[in-house]
């Protein structure tokens, strides 16, 4: 049985670009899964095509057990989404934006009025409720539009680049509730361009590159093609590089790689923080002096590099383009 | 909250049409909302007709023609027909404006992935104008009464037919806000919408019968202002409060003025909602 989210060969062109290429996906109900990419390889319109706002060209999408492109009513009430921007009206209140969802989801006004009171006191909004929303921080705006995607409890989820543009501190709380979310059994898609996202919220990973997805697993199973964490450090003096490849060779779980030219030693570890604290102090009882030192985690540009060979192609302004895969089709045809 | 129907019972609608009205009035409401939040946007929609009120008259009146006579006072009550009638069709770069601003801001992506009826986003738009454009007509026409218009100048009026102008006037601005409304939808800002929705307007208003008396313009030039959808209306509403200046032509518009305004304005609804209604469907920030 297919899963929640069901999607087969999806192919979504923009002129010459394909922004979509063949996707295929299956999310079981009550699971999360990460699409992981930069921008401009298709997430935003793989999340668009299943959630009824684009046609796919060809291929099949199946949400909630219902074909997206024969029922799209149907699907939309089934559904919730956040997008990358917080889609309230600034100038209502929190109160009445959820309200308004709540009736064009065809509630009773009475029952959309309770449930906003309901969301508000949910997502800690229940004090700046009567107040427009053009007055609420960046993180409050997100999670109003996250509460607006829940009006109804939807069965399944969409989630584009929810915390893109927030603060470290806002993505933490940001989290928490979609953790809550999940653990309530809803069935989530999420994109992100953050490994570490990811790696937090989605049961499974998919990575996305040019309209295809190029690899999926778990965030373990990625990150092992991937090589893990490494610790990377800077000499002060180039003649005891030597001394700090021996040092970072004991602590290491494979090769060290040497930059001669920027004095940086890198090698891969297992063992994290505390395992960085020992190569400090080795290091310091050796008396080699060092610029800088830090531990590296695998960024989505290691999972590129390591999958396909080649850097991400990050395009610019991720955060001013609604549509990736428009952005990337205006870019094509700036060329 | 693990299924959608132990929360909140998401019914299917019985009926689409109750539905796209109820769709419509609560989209409505919230534009309505706006507007009371952003209380300036109304006021520049005021000042604007009422600045042109005071500049045609002080600096026009006096030396157009209208008619046999080149009377300011028979200018201001020639003019208040053309003022009214651009004023309502100003309301086109609000709606612009608004749907533009809607998609910008992912507003527009929402309620596509909402279960709701198909237009009611653009109805309740458009509804929205309509109650703004009444409120400018009516302290407009406080204003022009102020300054000295007056109804039955020329010909014998009664209150039927004035409201029955007023009736066109608005029927015209909301035939109007749905151009705005596909406008707003193919265009990339709001900014973009404003202009957008506006610069045309000018040679449609200028080049018509509401400044000045179009059967003393070039004859290519006359034919074209006679025919334009704009003109109709000026015309009916011209005859409609008994004001001088109604153009006598041999253009059907011109001699049928009620029905012309009347036929023009549901067809520029019938096919700009369509066109608009389409675009929405399809549409994406």
Redesign the interface.
């Known amino acids: 049985m297919p899963g929640a989210i069901y999607a087969e060969g999806l192919v979504k062109t923009f002129g010459d670009v394909r922004a979509l290429d063949g996707v295929d996906l299956d999310v079981p109900e009550g699971t999360v899964l990460g699409l992981l990419g930069p921008n401009g390889a298709g997430k935003t319109t793989a999340v668009r095509c299943l959630t009824t706002l684009l046609r796919p060209d060809s291929g099949k999408a199946v949400v909630a057990g219902i074909d997206v492109v024969r029922q799209p009513n149907e699907v939309r009430r089934s559904i919730g989404l956040s997008g990358q921007f917080a889609a309230v009206d600034e100038y209502l209140t929190g109160r009445e934006n959820l309200q308004m969802v709540g009736r064009l989801y065809q509630m009773k006004g009475r029952a959309a009025k309770a449930r906003a009171a309901e969301l508000l006191e949910q997502f800690h909004l229940a004090d700046a409720a009567d107040r427009p929303t053009k007055t609420y921080s960046g993180g409050m705006r997100r999670r109003l539009d996250l509460a607006a995607a829940l009006v109804v409890s939807p069965p399944v989820m969409f989630m584009d680049e929810p915390t893109t543009g927030l603060d470290p501190r806002n993505r933490q709380e940001l989290w928490g509730v979609i953790k809550q979310l999940v653990a309530g059994g809803t069935t989530l898609l999420l994109t992100t361009q953050y490994l570490e996202e990811a790696d937090h919220l989605a049961h499974d990973i998919a990575v996305v590159d040019h309209g295809r997805v190029i690899a999926r697993g778990t965030s373990d199973q990625l990150k092992a093609r991937t090589g893990g964490e490494r610790v990377e450090l800077v000499v002060h003096e180039r003649d005891r590089m030597g001394a700090a490849a021996e040092v970072l060779a004991a602590f290491g779980k494979g090769s060290t790689t040497v930059e001669e030219h920027t004095r940086k030693l890198t090698v891969p570890v297992t063992g994290g923080a505390k395992l960085l604290a020992e190569v400090i102090r080795e290091l310091d009882v050796r008396g080699i002096e060092i610029d800088d030192i830090g531990l590296r985690r695998p960024t989505l540009d290691d999972v590129f590099l390591s999958l396909t060979g080649h850097v991400a192609e990050t395009e610019e302004a991720g955060e001013g383009s609604p549509d990736d895969a428009g952005h990337d089709q205006e870019k094509e045809a700036a060329k | ?4 129907t ?8 019985a009926n689409p049409v109750s ?1 796209s009205i ?2 419509s009035l ?1 989209i409505a ?2 534009n309505l ?2 507007m009371t ?2 209380p300036e946007m109304v006021l520049f929609g005021i000042i604007q007709p009422v600045m042109f009120v005071v500049l045609f008259t002080y600096v026009f009146g006096g030396s157009m023609k209208i008619g046999n006579t080149t009377d300011a006072g028979v200018y201001k009550d020639f003019l208040m027909a053309g003022i009214f009638a651009q004023t309502v069709t100003f309301a086109t770069a609000g709606s612009a404006a608004g749907i533009a601003d809607d998609m ?4 527009v ?8 009826a198909r237009g ?1 986003v653009l109805t309740g738009r458009t509804v929205a104008d309509l109650v703004q454009t009444c409120i400018t007509v009516l302290v407009l026409a406080v204003v022009a009464l102020l300054v000295g218009w007056r109804t039955g100048s020329a010909e014998p009026t009664n209150a039927a037919k004035i409201l029955g102008a007023f009736a066109l006037l608005l029927l015209l601005g909301y035939a109007f806000t749905w151009i705005g409304a596909l406008i707003g939808l193919s265009v990339r800002t709001p900014e973009a919408a404003t202009s957008g929705g506006i610069i045309w307007l000018f040679p449609v208003t200028f080049v018509s019968n509401a400044f000045v008396d179009s059967s003393q313009m070039t004859p290519w030039l006359r034919h074209i202002a006679e025919w334009n959808p704009f003109s109709a209306t000026v015309q009916a509403t011209r005859e409609l409060f008994g004001n001088p200046g109604v153009v006598q032509s041999d253009a059907w518009p011109m001699q049928h003025p009620v029905w012309a305004s009347l036929i023009w304005s549901v067809l520029i609804i019938a096919v700009f909602r369509s066109l608009a209604v389409r675009k929405y469907r ?1 549409a ?2």
């Open positions: 909250m693990s299924t959608a132990d929360t909140a019972p998401v019914t299917a609608s539905q109820r769709d609560v409401r919230r909302i706006r939040r952003i910008q801001k992912g507003l992506d929402r309620f596509r992935s909402l279960p709701m009611a399809s994406s920030a």
